[in-house]
């Protein structure tokens, strides 16, 4: 196994003292089983951060919670169906304490609703209507619209009431709940720069600084080297359809910058990737792939990098090279790093601090030499009798 010698920067928190990313009380369920179970983590800027723990932590689970393709479970999931009545009520005092404009602006679209389904039952659907009823039966065509009418009028203001006010299913809620007690609607809370990321979707979770890769590689292998980082500018590009369908100067400038970009990092990793930039991705080596892969995040600006071990499937050379632009990515760039990574040597060699998962919990964290010592992380990993026998020959 490739040996890392260890190093350590110093961390420079963000401008407000707050850490870049945290995540306090995330739980996340499937079923019956817990894949995380109430995590609390956090990453300060310029740190190089590990997830370690045994095949089925949860490890990869937090990255997915991170960038939003997974959500964390509904804080009434499992309570009576009256529990969510305490939530409705508290976030009706919420908004109309801070956003009593957005209160205004939810009673306006669920007026609107209510007028233009009048207008839908009695203007068309009543036609529809009177065409289907036979001849006979034409008395029933008004009172039936009359019931359409008053239905729509009960249901449609209901409905709204109860998914804007009771479902978790947006980012509304988190945002305004700045204190994250509870009212976001889901167990937990995740803050990137103090911003949330609970509730929103992953193209927003890219657009506010959080890039990753993968542990299985995902790239376009039916397109180059460059177009995969190409599409990795994608959220910081500004050109639109007009611009794009007529090529202005602009689009043409931005463009080209975007392509210069790619060039560049690209370059990051020496020459070898710039001289292959337009060959079709899937001809290129593992470890290769893996450096376009990175490249690709990269290009999204991203304040935060989650790397999914980053060092799989590699030779003891290519986990050495891969461990030093790791550090290089800190270094030149000032990146933050969170990765997750099985090689342990790797991980105690390169990382600042170090969380250990077992079952979805988090049972250690600390410097490498606190974690490597800890006797639950050597349990996890190897079981309850190596830790007895450990304990006997010391």
């Known amino acids: 196994m490739a040996q890392v010698t260890q190093t350590s920067s110093p961390v420079e928190p963000t401008k407000d003292g707050a850490p870049l990313l ?44 991170i960038t939003g393709l997974y959500k964390p479970n509904d804080v009434l999931a499992g309570r009576s169906f009256f529990a969510s009545f305490g939530l409705i009520f508290r976030r009706l005092g919420l908004i109309l304490a801070k956003k009593p404009l957005a209160f205004l602006r939810w009673l306006f679209v669920v007026a609107l609703g209510v007028v233009l389904g009048f207008f839908f039952i009695t203007r068309f659907l009543n036609v529809i209507i009177y065409a289907a009823v036979q001849d006979g039966h034409l008395d029933l065509v008004q009172p039936t619209v009359n019931g359409l009418v008053i239905v729509w009028t009960i249901f449609w203001p209901l409905y709204q009431f109860w998914t804007f006010y009771r479902s978790p299913s947006n980012g509304f809620w988190a945002e305004l709940d700045n204190q994250d007690t509870g009212l976001s609607g889901f167990s937990g809370a995740i803050r990137l720069n103090g911003n949330t990321l609970l509730g929103v979707t ?38 639109g359809l007009i611009g794009s369908v007529l090529r202005t100067p ?3 400038r931005e463009e080209e910058a975007a392509r210069q970009k790619a060039i560049d990092l690209l370059s990051f990793f020496g020459t070898e990737l710039v001289d292959r930039k337009d060959e079709v991705v ?3 080596a593992y470890a290769q792939k893996r450096r376009v892969e990175i490249c690709r995040a990269l290009a999204s600006d991203p304040k935060i990098l989650l790397l999914d071990e980053p060092t799989a499937g590699m030779n003891d050379s290519e986990t050495v ?13 000032g990146l933050t790093v969170l990765l997750i990574e099985h090689k342990l040597t790797v991980t105690m060699g390169m990382s600042d601090r170090i969380a250990v998962l077992d079952y979805g919990r988090k049972i250690a964290e600390g410097l490498p ?14 079981g309850r009798k190596s830790v007895e026998g450990s304990q006997q020959n010391a």
């Open 22 to 65: 945290e995540l306090r009380g995330v739980t996340k369920s499937f079923g019956g089983l817990t894949a995380v179970g109430d995590l609390n983590l956090v990453v300060n800027q310029g740190e190089i951060v590990s997830i370690i723990g045994p095949n089925g932590a949860g490890k990869t689970t937090v990255f997915n919670l």
């Open 282 to 284: 899937s001809s290129l």
């Open 250 to 252: 602009a689009v043409r």
């Open 202 to 239: 992953p193209d927003v979770v890219l657009y506010r600084g959080v890039a990753r890769t993968y542990q299985n590689i995902r790239l376009f292998n039916n397109m180059t080297v460059l177009e995969n980082v190409l599409v990795g500018q994608h959220a910081r590009l500004k050109a």
């Open 369 to 382: 030499d606190e974690v490597r010592n800890n006797e639950l992380v050597i349990e996890a990993y190897l």
């Open 321 to 333: 090279d891969a461990v030093g632009y790791i550090r290089r990515l800190r270094d030149e760039k």
